[in-house]
């Protein structure tokens, strides 16, 4: 079975700072995602990598895969108060010709004055 | 482009009752894809549709059930629904199932 963690689940930082957020998971995979959420709204795609040594970035956020150590990193430079929101990283597995995205908990993101 | 729609937003049912949930995928998507969000659990995947055929299904009782239309539209049916089944549904499409999901806005279901 395919498992996902993801650390820290809960952070709060100062506006200006930065962090990592980490995303390890068990088995070989083909892709991983990193989406966002808002509360009381659906999930938001913010990066797909495909290979190892990937690296995406879009403005603030900077998305990297490690394939062999299978670990994700979300990082965040000079966090503004509009980051605040709930990242969540999948990976996919397959089974039977059809596909599942595998979910971490989720890191709660509060940015704060 | 319209992106996934899910109806209803917001279901109140009571237990022993059955819902169906209905989600119409982006245009050209093939893969519909169900998830249950809910905080000691976290998202779970549901099932898998693809051409009309269930192709994958994640690990939840047979109470749970789904299937896809010729158009690519997707229903989902809860049937003798439990307190625990109050949840956020989310459907996700995408063209093949391998790429990127595109989640829908949910619905939620709560039981009473």
């Known amino acids: 079975e395919l498992k996902v963690e993801q650390n820290p689940l809960f952070l709060s930082m100062q506006e200006g700072k930065n962090y990592t957020i980490y995303c390890n998971y068990s088995?070989?995979?083909?892709?991983l995602y990193w989406y966002r959420q808002d509360p009381g709204k659906s999930l938001e795609s913010l990066f797909v990598?495909?290979?190892?040594?990937a690296v995406k970035q879009e403005g603030r956020l900077m998305a990297s895969l490690d394939t062999k150590a299978r670990l994700s990193t979300l990082h965040i430079t000079a966090a503004v108060h509009d980051l605040s929101a709930t990242y969540f990283c999948?990976?996919?597995?397959?089974?039977?010709?059809?596909?599942?995205?595998?979910f971490g908990k989720g890191t709660s993101l509060l940015v704060t004055p | 482009k319209a992106g996934v729609t899910q109806t209803p937003r917001y279901l109140i049912k009571t237990r022993g009752q059955q819902v169906t949930l209905s989600c119409s995928p982006i245009?050209?998507?093939?893969?519909v894809s169900w998830y249950q969000q809910t905080p000691g659990q976290g998202l779970q995947f549901l099932f898998e549709?693809?051409?009309?055929?269930?192709?994958n299904k994640g690990n939840f009782p047979g109470r749970f059930s789904g299937r896809q239309f010729s158009n690519s539209r997707s229903e989902m049916n809860v049937s003798t629904l439990e307190l625990g089944d109050s949840a956020l549904y989310l459907c996700?499409?995408?063209?093949?199932?391998?790429?990127?999901?595109?989640f829908g806005p949910g619905t939620r279901l709560t039981v009473l």
């Open positions: 996700a499409s995408s063209f093949s199932g391998s790429d990127t999901q595109y």
């Open positions: 088995t070989t995979s083909d892709r």
């Open positions: 990598l495909l290979s190892n040594g």
């Open positions: 999948a990976v996919t597995s397959n089974s039977n010709s059809g596909y599942a995205l595998n």
């Open positions: 245009s050209g998507h093939r893969s």
């Open positions: 549709y693809f051409s009309e055929t269930q192709r």
